[in-house]
């Protein structure tokens, strides 16, 4: 389900493993069929903002 070039990359360092599930489980998140239960933008953005400065 993940590259694997995003977990290892040439230019930059690897992305720790639970940074990237963190990430995919915010993505599922947003893809709910319910509008209401999907994540408000703010929500998403201080989420990433989180996962980022881990």
């Known amino acids: 389900m993940v590259d694997p070039a995003l977990l290892r990359d040439a230019h930059a ?3 720790p493993k639970k940074e990237v599930v963190a ?3 915010l993505a599922l ?3 709910e069929l ?3 239960l999907r994540p408000r933008m703010k929500a998403v953005a201080d989420t990433l903002d989180k996962i ?3």
Do not use: M, Q, V, W
């Open 13 to 15: 360092p690897p992305l």
């Open 23 to 25: 990430a995919f489980h």
């Open 29 to 31: 998140a947003c893809t």
């Open 34 to 36: 319910d509008p209401e």
């Open 52 to 54: 980022g400065s881990s």
